[in-house]
């Protein structure tokens, strides 16, 4: 991949972080109103189903995803997932305006931080090979170093949804931030493996054919789903201006950690070395 399709996942990865700050100010709103007249979210219940501006959320982060999806075709996770932090900002101002969250100045220099960080980031991004088939990324997927990782990482989150989470869920943010970053680790790596499908087949490339990429499919699937339920559960419980700071570092480094070891790409943080 060259710098044109660098910029391109760039400017898609930005419209993404708009729409998925905005989102979470829509849903945090719905799981509001959601909690005043049913169960809410945080104790397990679903009423925030029938709740318009829930799904207005929903929406707004659906096309933020969409254009997420199309940016991890163009550009590799490690310059797409942390210019997610742009979304910290979005969902921050909003926040201190619409739900009186007030923003205070440890607040403004964390925002300061994550955008220091993100341009570093980007700066610094390394190239990354185009796989040439599914059949090449299911390889890669399959090799000792990323079946440690995803085994780990679903033991470790059996372990939490289990043991931990029903005990300490609503009391410590990490819980419910933990097991939604370390699935949405894997979520990224199964998007950006269906996209290169989607993008060689659109070339003139079946992808379709080989049952990889259903697979791959029904992964990002389970994952995304699972990352969404926590997710919902750690708004409803958290003031959002904690749990998008939380969410956006925990998951944004769990990506970079993954993403590095099925594709390995060369780490940024290798930058200073």
């Not at 708004?235 to 950690?257: E, G, H």
């Amino acid at each position: 991949m060259g710098a044109s399709d660098n910029t391109k996942g760039l400017a898609l990865a930005v419209a993404s972080s708009a729409f998925i700050g905005a989102s979470f100010i829509l849903k945090k709103i719905g799981l509001m109103r959601a909690g005043k007249c049913g169960v809410r979210a945080g104790g397990g219940g679903y009423t925030y189903l029938l709740e318009p501006l829930w799904w207005a959320g929903l929406i707004t982060m659906l096309l933020g995803e969409v254009a997420n999806f199309v940016a991890y075709v163009f550009a590799p996770a490690v310059l797409v997932t942390p210019l997610g932090a742009l979304s910290i900002i979005v969902s921050s101002v909003l926040a201190h305006f619409v739900l009186k969250e007030r923003l205070n100045k440890l607040g403004v220099l964390g925002c300061i931080s994550c955008i220091v960080g993100s341009v570093v980031v980007v700066l610094h991004a390394p190239e990354e090979h185009m796989p040439d088939s599914v059949e090449e990324i299911w390889d890669l997927a399959t090799q000792p170093g990323f079946l440690a990782y995803a085994g780990t990482t679903l033991l470790l989150m059996a372990i939490v949804v289990v043991f931990i989470e029903p005990r300490y869920g609503q009391k410590n943010i990490l819980i419910y931030l933990g097991i939604c970053s370390s699935m949405g680790s894997l979520t990224v790596v199964s998007i950006k493996a269906v996209g290169v499908a989607i993008k060689l087949t659109l070339d003139g490339m079946n992808q379709l054919a080989y049952p990889h990429t259903w697979l791959f499919i029904l992964v990002a699937v389970i994952c995304g789903v699972s990352q969404l339920n926590y997710l919902n559960k750690a708004l409803d419980t958290f003031d959002l201006a904690m749990v998008s700071p939380v969410y956006y570092v925990m998951f944004t480094t769990l990506t970079i950690v993954a993403s590095s070891i099925m594709f390995k790409v060369e780490s940024s943080f290798r930058l200073f070395s």
